[in-house]
């Protein structure tokens, strides 16, 4: 960065830009460091790991129709956190219904403090609302990354749209708001601006 902005200051017909995917990622570790995101991650993973610990249930659910693996946050990447919550919230209703049937009710799984746990999460309107929340504020962020992510086309033309779309998308979520928006707002922009 300093030496762009060096090149940039000597030779005026040169520019220098950042990386817009660094920039995203960044974003993206800062808003999943926000308290209520990160107690949202913990939830899902929560979930996810008594899942996939009993294979039972596993078993169960892969019986469903179109059914896809849940996929786990990851320490690696940050884009990997929203991806587990898009993921977990697409599979609210086969969670939901197999944590109310009666033949889980009466095994021994729901008996147990992790089951009961898990259960508690599951059947959390307010976390599904959450998470349902949270995915829609970065779905444009995430769609970003991955077009300047990719090697397939220049990106550059949809860094400043794409931008100003994920700004406004996450104003009309909070109904233009500004307490509830600012703190993701701030972010994107102190972020943006400091690149």
């Not at 749209?161 to 928006?181: H, P, Q, S, T, V």
Request: glycine content about 4%.
């Amino acid at each position: 960065k300093a030496v762009g902005g060096l090149v940039n200051a000597t030779y005026k017909s040169i520019n220098w830009s950042p990386c817009a995917a660094h920039c995203l990622n960044l974003i993206l570790s800062e808003i999943s460091k926000m308290n209520h995101v990160h107690e949202l991650a913990i939830k899902a993973s929560t979930v996810a790991r008594y899942i996939y610990n009993h294979s039972w249930l596993l078993a169960r659910l892969r019986k469903k129709k179109n059914w896809t693996e849940i996929v786990r946050p990851g320490a690696t990447r940050f884009a990997t956190t929203f991806i587990a919550l898009h993921s977990i919230h697409e599979h609210m209703h086969d969670l939901q219904a197999l944590v109310t049937r009666k033949e889980f009710a009466s095994s021994r799984f729901a008996k147990e403090k992790k089951g009961k746990d898990a259960i508690d999460i599951i059947l959390d309107k307010l976390f599904w609302k959450d998470c349902f929340i949270t995915v829609k504020i970065v779905e444009p962020l995430m769609r970003l990354l991955r077009i300047v992510d990719g090697d397939e086309k220049p990106s550059m033309g949809y860094v400043y749209e794409g931008m100003y779309r994920a700004i406004k998308g996450i104003k009309d979520i909070f109904k233009r708001n500004k307490r509830l928006y600012r703190p993701y707002t701030t972010i994107i922009k102190t972020r943006w601006d400091n690149q």
